[in-house]
């Protein structure tokens, strides 16, 4: 008995033994259903690409696309603004940006990122990509000599000696161009054609710096109607510093005067990337910027003049307010939460002593007066006026005065009273886009009269119309690349959506205006000035 009890039993053991095998098996097989595709291991992807006719080794996206993206890597990631938060700023995310910035030299980055990014797509397309002309010697801002060199002092310390101090040998495979700074290697860049190229490595780590670079000096810049300040940093690099005034959900009351309004800190960083979605590239790099109005202003300036207007609110806040033209008073005084202060930094342009600069005044220029009108306003054939006027009538000022026009009237920036050149090149160069903190104003109206260049001469150039109509498509729609672009500033986000959809609707109305001219002429050649030829 006991023996055919101990059988009985064994038999049993087998049977529940077996069945747990069965139920472990059962549920491998679930979890390998149940796992994606993209988890799962997999040896396909050393026979993909013969599969498909790509070499053995090769990356499965098309090379061009992966370039582009790596380009634009530091337009993918975000930050907390000040109005979420009045942490100090931290080095995390600019570090990221940074990283981003390292992998597009080096070849590396997830090719995954492209993915959805329209402004990947956007400058892969032809038109942004038609070549400039040959760079020469002559169309250079400044011809380098190849033996200048800068290098960091022995000590560790951040600042930059000449080469009367550097070491004479460089590293194997280095440049004298590669020890400069990035803000110095920006300006050695500017050319007849363009202030930075399209796809320009050096844009990240520029941005980065102006967004971390420790200041070591703060003092106000010298005229202007409202506070600005010059921010130094140890490699010698400058910014031009717009503290914040407006939240980002203010609008510029419909009762203020366009010569009275407030130069916001946010304007700067879109008019930036904005330009650049335009293909203008006229705007100096521009970021967003928590500064401790303490450490980084009060306690390091030597403007006497700035450092007798700070003072501790009743709320024990950090506040100053310098001295200018509008708005500089305890009344508007800009303070700190408690002392940290959002603002622009936009990288200065070289030293007029170097590169000289000439300002113009614009043609349709306001007359900034509370009740009297300019010509322009009151003589609808006032462009034919312009067009004998020098240097209008030659050559495509006027017609960059228009590309101008089109940017003014996206942002709603009505104080466009002079714009500058550089001296060297003369007439055929570009115009700069300096001063926009005074767009971005207001996104319930749209101020027409901007747009009067445009309406009077009926001309524009051919490749800003066929940009302005790929940027009223879906897969290209401005808001879109715009918010996409502002999306990697650490102050993002820069604009209330307001102002985002604002733009489509003012881009109808812009591509409105040339649709109008053209209906008025025989032939399109008479309002498009052909600058592309053939090639798109």
């Known amino acids: 008995m006991r023996r055919r009890l101990q059988m009985l039993f064994q038999r049993k053991f087998k049977v529940i033994l077996l069945f747990l095998l069965l139920l472990a098996l059962l549920m491998h097989l679930v979890m390998d259903l149940a796992l994606p595709t993209a988890l799962r291991p997999c040896g396909c992807n050393a026979k993909a690409p013969k599969a498909s006719g790509v070499p053995s080794g090769s990356p499965v996206v098309v090379g061009p696309k992966k370039l582009s993206l790596r380009i634009l890597q530091d337009f993918s990631g975000s930050n907390a603004s000040l109005e979420k938060s009045s942490q100090p700023q931290g080095a995390g995310l600019h570090a990221k940006a ?99 190229p399209r796809r320009d490595p050096l844009m990240p780590t520029l941005l980065r710096d102006l967004a971390t670079q420790r200041i070591v000096s703060s003092v106000q810049k010298s005229g202007g109607t409202q506070l600005k300040l010059i921010m130094t940093f140890p490699n010698y690099g400058q910014a031009l510093f717009k503290p914040m005034k407006q939240t980002r959900d203010q609008e510029t009351s419909i009762d203020f005067f366009y010569f009275s309004d407030f130069e916001r800190h946010n304007a700067e960083i879109a008019a930036f990337h904005l330009d650049r979605i335009l293909d203008f590239r006229r705007i100096p790099p521009v970021s967003g910027r928590l500064v401790n109005i303490t450490k980084e202003i009060r306690d390091i300036t030597t403007d006497k003049k700035l450092a007798k207007t700070f003072f501790i ?55 900034y007066h509370k009740s009297k009108k300019a010509e322009w306003e009151l003589n609808p054939n006032y462009c034919a006026q312009v067009r004998e006027t020098p240097p209008y009538d030659r050559g495509h000022r006027l017609l960059d005065l228009i590309d101008m026009t089109v940017l003014d009237f996206l942002m709603g ?54 940009r302005l109509q790929l940027l009223a498509t879906q897969p290209y729609r401005l808001s879109d690349l715009l918010r996409e672009a502002l999306a990697t500033d650490p102050l993002a986000p820069i604009l209330a959506e307001p102002h985002l959809q604002a733009l489509d609707r003012r881009l109808g109305k812009v591509l409105a205006a040339v649709g109008h001219c053209l209906a008025r002429v025989a032939h399109p050649d008479e309002v498009l000035v052909d600058d592309v030829g053939p090639r798109v």
């Open 98 to 196: 940074g990283d981003l910035g390292v992998r597009h030299q080096h070849g590396e980055g997830n090719a995954g990122r492209t993915q959805g990014s329209k402004l990947v797509a956007l400058f892969e397309h032809p038109l942004y990509n038609i070549p400039i002309p040959e760079v020469t010697e002559k169309d250079k801002l400044f011809v380098v000599n190849p033996m200048e060199k800068f290098s960091l002092h022995s000590s560790g310390s951040d600042e930059w000696v000449s080469s009367s101090k550097a070491e004479t040998l460089l590293p194997t495979g280095k440049t004298a161009y590669d020890t400069y700074p990035a803000w110095l290697k920006f300006h050695v860049g500017i050319n007849r054609y363009e202030l930075y």
């Open 313 to 367: 609110s009743p709320a024990g806040n950090v506040c100053f307010y310098g001295e200018c033209s509008y708005y500089c008073s305890t009344e508007h005084a800009l303070c700190g939460k408690p002392d940290q202060l959002e603002g622009s930094m936009a990288a200065l342009l070289p030293d007029k002593t170097l590169a000289k600069r000439r300002s113009w005044r614009s043609p349709w220029r306001r007359s």
């Open 413 to 466: 920036n009505m104080d466009r009273h002079h714009y500058e050149t550089f001296e060297k090149f003369g007439n055929d160069t570009f115009l700069l886009h300096l001063d926009n903190g005074r767009g971005f104003g207001t996104h319930s109206r749209d101020e027409l009269s901007i747009l009067a260049p445009l309406q009077q001469c009926c001309s524009i150039k051919k490749s800003t119309y066929l």
